[in-house]
């Protein structure tokens, strides 16, 4: 008889819910029909009234922060890591989830992915700008590029950027799937139980 993983009531298998683990590999858990509601009504609350104005504050401030880190990383090491990638996804996803109120759906999904994309294309062209200047300076330019230069030019260095570094568009997938990804609406996963192999089939005692 199988035991209730939520209070540990034992409960007849044929009332058991049976749900899937955190890991595939995690054999499935037995819940009693009460525990199993509960989790149900958890979940679904959790898309309900979502605070969309203070998620989408808080995912431009966090792309922007995340775009400047990426930035400074990038032109201190010369190198751009994948890992900072599924960082900058990440963190932007949990400070959508956290701004929300702790809620999850696709409309926050889209505010993360879409802030991430944000934060890809900042670190991009400061990146560019940061180059151009090494190289105008070279070439003798007095003074510093402005922050923002002309729409032209910024467009132009993002489109030389992606084409001399292919890979980059890599890492932005990565990122934007992080940040899609991590505020999907949670469900329990229902399954069946598992049965034991017949006498037959099981190996020798």
Known sequence: MPTCAGCGVPIAEERAVFVAGKRPSDAPLALCSVCAEKIEQVVQSETQHPNIVL???FAVATALLTAFLWYQIVVRTGLQLGILAIGVGWLIARAVIYASGNKRGP???WISTAATLFAMLVAQYLIMRHFL???LVE???PGQLPLFLPIGLIWALLKEG???APMTLFF???AMWEGY???RARS???VLPQTPPPPEMAGPQ
């Open 133 to 135: 200047g090494e190289a």
């Open 181 to 183: 990804s991590l505020p």
């Open 107 to 109: 409309a926050l999904q």
């Open 139 to 141: 070439e003798g330019y």
């Open 188 to 190: 329990l996963r229902r």
């Open 55 to 57: 998620a989408v504050a």
């Open 162 to 164: 992606l084409g001399n």
């Open 172 to 174: 932005w997938v990565i």
